[in-house]
Each structure stands twice: as C-alpha cells, then as structure tokens.
C-alpha cells in the first residue's frame, strides 16, 4: 500500500499538528469533503497494512492519532522513502519528462513501469499527459522498437523542459533526496556545484533567492550532464547582447573550471544567471536599467491614479519594484516559461488588485516593448498586494459564501425552493439544488446547506420550509445572515459596484457643456448626499488641468477623482452619461464620466475591479449610450450584486 502526495501531506499535518481539523485541512489543500475523505480512507488503509492503529476523525472536527503512529511517523521519522509514498500522475510525468532527458541507454516501457512501480496502461495514460505537455514546449514524443522512448525537438526548448521538470520535482516532498538517489548525485559533487554557484553571486555582488540557489545546482548538473552527452545546445543569436555582460564573463570562468569551452552553453549558463529572483544586489549595472527605474515610477503613478490609492514608502516600494524587474525583463525578452505556483493562491483572493495592476503596467510595456505576459503579471500583483498589508491598507474582501439545497419533496418544490432561496439572500452564492442521495456524492467546494430536512454533515446548515410567509422568511433571513456573521465582512458588500453606485448616483444629461463643469455635474449626487465637499470637486478639476491624473478606463470612459484627504466623508461613485464625447484639457475625449471618492485608502477597489469587467465588453458600454433612462444603466450594474 502506498501514500499518493496529497495522501502523504495530509498524514504529515495530522501527525506533527495536533490542532489539525477537517475543515483546516479542506482549506489548507484546497480539498472539498469527498477528497478529504478519499485520502483519510487512504492513510488509514496504509497504516493497517504496515501494522499500526488507525488515525481516528472526532465529532468535534479534530483527529485522534495514537501515540505508537505519533511516535514512528514524527516530521524526522516520517521522511518520504520509496516503501511510504508513490507519485501523483502530475507528479509521475515529471519524472518521465527527465528521465527521457537524461537517459542515454533505451527507454523501453520496461524501465519506467519498473521504475514508478505502476502497470503498463498507467503508463500509457501518463505518457499521454507527457505528450500533451511538451507540446507546449515545441517537443515530440515518439517510440520505435529500436530506440524506445525519445524526445525530438531544439536543445532549447528541451533544456525549457528540463528546468520545468526540475523545479516541479524539487517541490515535491522529498524531491531533492530522490533526485540525489536517483541520479546518483553524491554529496561531495553537490557541494562542490554549490561553492562554485555561490563565487558567481560573490564576484557579481548579488544573492539568490533559497530557492533559486537550488534550483540552479540541478539545472547546472543535468545541462553538463546533457553537455557531456553531446547534448549540445544551437547558435544562441538572439541573446548574442549577453556576451558583453558581467554576467557572461562571471560564468565563463565558472564554465571553464567544468571544461565547457562552447560559446553557446556560456551565454545559456549566463541567460540562466539573469533571469534568477535575488535577495539583494549590490552591484548596479547602468545603462538602459535606468529606464526601467524611469519606468517603475510610471508605473506607480498610473496605479495610484487608477486606483485611488496613495502609497506611503513610495522610494522603498519602487526599489523593491527594480529589483523584481530587473530578472524579469530578461525572462520576457528571452520568452522564458514562467508557471507560477501561487497563482492559484493570489487570483481568488486578490483578483480586483491583479485587475487594477494589469492596467497600471503600460509604462513597462512600453519599456520592454511587448506585452506582459500574465504569469509575470501575478508576481507584480503579489509585490503589491504585500506593501498594501504592510501598510495596513489592503483590506480583505471575503467572496460570496456558496450554497447548495437539499429538497426532499421533488422536482416542483426543490426549484421553487432554490429561486426563493437565491432572491431571499442574494449576499450567498447557491450552487445547485440537490437531492439527498446527490448530496452525499456532491464534491464541489461549498459552505452552506440549506434543507428541508436535518443532514449529517460538517457544513453549515439551516433547515428551511419551503412555503414560508413573508415574516417567516424576513426572520429566516435574520438568522442566517447572523450565523454566517456577515455583520463582520460589511465590506464585502459595501465594496460591490452596486453598493457605491446606486441607481439614485446615476445621471444623462443632453445639455453641452464644458469638461470642467461636466466634472461638476458628475460629482453632484456625491456632493448633495454629503458623500464629499466642494473641495473635492475643485481637487479633481485641479488634477486634469496641472497633473493629468485622469485615467481613460475604457474607450470613452473616464474615472475622476481627487485624494483621501482632499475632502471626501464616505465611500461612493457616482456615473454621468453625456450625450457627446467631450476634450477633457486636450488629451482624452470622453461621453461617459464616473466619479470616485473614497477615505479609506482600498475598500474600493473590488468595485473598481467589477467596473473594468463590465466596461471589458464593448457591448455594455454600447449598452450605456443607448440607455433612455437610468435604470437601463443601473440594470447592467446590479449584476455584480
């Protein structure tokens, strides 16, 4: 019996953390319940065939591990051998991957089913999956009776895979230990790889990332190991500007010590020096990077003009913003693979953020003249989404909790009772209606149950009658919206587009006017609800006359604001449709006007995210100047309710 990776890290975080629970764990791997479940079954079964008392699951969500499995399967103990823990499929196709990258002899189908311990039609269907991902790569996979398993395509694009393989297999639990057993990789070699790696960041004054470090050591040892077997990378052309980098003549005395005396292989070696993540750097290079400082800051201000958000630190922030771009620009010049893991992380929670980011990165686009590549993008959102919390202004907005419905009545019943449901608590995201034997079955994520009936379930549940009154389900709703304690994520509704820019905040006018009173006429339901002052409205205008501060979010529309502190009360948009595009000061001609005002720093921007994704169709925007009255506008708005 064998432990899978997810298995296997489960069984890790009972044993070693005593205040474990399901739901922690469910949250913590992004698990739903039946996958929980799946693999608690799964390290029970494998704790009984090696000779140990089962992990027990209390009523009270904890686990109950007895001491004599406490005691064998401690972090020390527990290390990953080949008798505890098999590979994930994901997992196995990494290890296919190199080893038809660093195996010279025949891979028959033999070798890799002895290897991974699996049958042949796993192997199959991994080699399938092997396929579908080198493609990526500009790779093929093909076997003849003679040569086995190959791999056909550029050294290039080969060595783009091997530095993928290795980064995702050094993530594994255990992955350095197996890629050393594996590999045959003594210590002693290791070592030496790592002082020699460890000169180039003392004579180039700079320090790698724990990660990148590591990361280097491998991709060094298997390019030589390819190198060694003739595996010899073509004319490097485009990256031809790097052989007058300190970066190349750094490594060619690195390349020297191993013998590799091919001009190609140096450049590759410096091109994988450049596009490394560091700590700190101490020595600067001049020249174009100046540019990119230039561009840093342009960027920044496009971000605050944006967003409305003013950061403090301004000088830090930007040289943390260099030195991430700094690897960077090389990575996009050179078209280099970037997959970043915690995409999956940062998206859900930070979505609005990544949105406001992609649109301030112009001036880098600029710079590097391309566009930038979205898995870029997700570092540059993290970068920013870190100094908002350290200034204590990002503020945590909670999504819509899911829902599904459990009827036991029928087809007639169990829809009413959804529609009813979904117009009574619109604050809550209902999934689906099921029914009691689906539920049990059910393994989308979800928080909330609603039932006709009382379930055994962890969830948080309510059960509910389907024909209720209307004081019934005014109290049904009460109760629910405190138990789910909505009351403590306000924000999470008052940061809808909705919420800041009701029906009452939106205006059409036919009247022609100048840009300067337009701005006026946009502003004045936030001004006559005491929303903002007078100040505020002169700021904004102040603002496109001297700093040209107004951002053109869409084609046509425009966002005008002033600062925090320049006389705003309370939270608020406020939308004014002309019946012309307008010269706003000679640089952007706009018909559609939106007035911000915000006093707390980011509480605003999952609205601004939801207007860029309305105004992101032209047909909404079309939508908008054909209007004939308010509620048309205000209809499209509520979507994002």
Known sequence: MYLDSRSYMIFQEIVNNTSATGKGLEDKFRLTRKQLSYS?????????DNGHPEIKRLKTGYFMVPGPVAEHYSTKEAAVTKSSYTYS???????????????????????????????????????KKVQERINKFSLELAYNRKEGYRLYGSEYHKRELLTHALRKLLNMPGGEENLNRVYAIEEAQAEDLKDNIEEIENKLQLQF???????????????MLRIKNQKTIEAMDQYRLVTTTREYSVVAAFADIYGIKDENEIVYFAVQIQISKVHNRTHEDMGNLELLREAGMHMLERFESISCVRLDGRAEFLEILYQHMKPAVYRIWYGYHVEPDITDM???????????????????EIYLKCTFPDPELVYITVLFASWLHKEGKLIQVREKERAVVVCTNGLTVSQYLFVSLSELLPEIEFLECLSLRDFYEYDKDFQIVFSTVRLETDKKQFVVFPFANDIAKKSFREKVLENIRISEGQVKLQSRLPFLLPDERIQITEERTDWQNAIRMASAPLLDNGFINRNYVDRAIDMVETEKRFIMIADGVIIAHAGVDDGVYCMGMSLLRLPEKLSFNGYMDADIIVVLATPDKTGHLPALYQLFDLLEDEGNINAMRRAGDVHEIARLIRKYI
């Open 40 to 48: 608690f079954d799964k390290i029970n079964d494998y704790l009984k």
């Open 89 to 127: 499929d994901e997992e196995r196709a990494y290890w296919i991957e190199l080893r038809l990258l660093c195996h010279e002899d025949e891979l028959s189908t033999y070798h890799f089913t002895e290897e991974l311990q699996i049958s042949k039609n796993t192997l199959l269907s991994d080699l």
């Open 209 to 223: 990332t724990d990660e990148r470090l590591k990361e280097l050591q491998y991709i060094f040892y298997f390019t």
């Open 346 to 364: 940062i998206l859900p929670k930070y979505q609005y953020l990544h949105e406001i980011v992609r649109r301030a990165v112009r001036p880098y």
